[in-house]
Nanobody, 126 residues
């Protein structure tokens, strides 16, 4: 069993910054280190969308176009933790942010996730 716990959400004014963390744990987590670790978000009334992803092994990254240059995903393998640094936040970034991991490597970093955290709320005021 793998557990993912997000933290770092909150209320921030437009133009501000937040850093989200996702800590992974569990006896079977080592079997998940071959795949991507991703961040997704879901705004009220909208479908969940991909935000960013990183591989545990090489640190290869992928980003949603609308967050490129503003968000940075990183990982600390020793702590089994992935971060999402969010700068220049906009009201349209308001959503519940989820981290997710995949047991089997997917060629598409935006699909194939099978473990999800509970989410953390990010609210950006204008």
């Amino acid at each position: 069993q793998v557990q993912l716990v997000e933290s770092g959400g909150g209320l921030v004014q437009a133009g501000g910054s937040l850093r989200l963390s996702c800590a992974a744990s569990g006896r079977s987590f080592s079997s998940y280190t071959m795949g991507w670790m991703g961040w997704f978000r879901q705004a009220p009334g909208k479908e969940r969308e991909f935000v960013a992803a990183i591989t545990w092994s090489s640190g290869r990254t992928d980003y949603l176009d609308s967050v490129k240059g503003r968000f940075t995903i990183s990982r600390d393998n020793a702590k089994n933790t992935v971060y999402l640094q969010m700068n220049s936040l906009k009201p349209e970034d308001t959503a519940v942010y989820y981290c997710a991991t995949q047991r089997t490597y997917s060629a598409n970093p935006r699909t194939g996730y099978d473990r999800w955290g509970q989410g953390t709320q990010v609210t950006v005021s204008s």
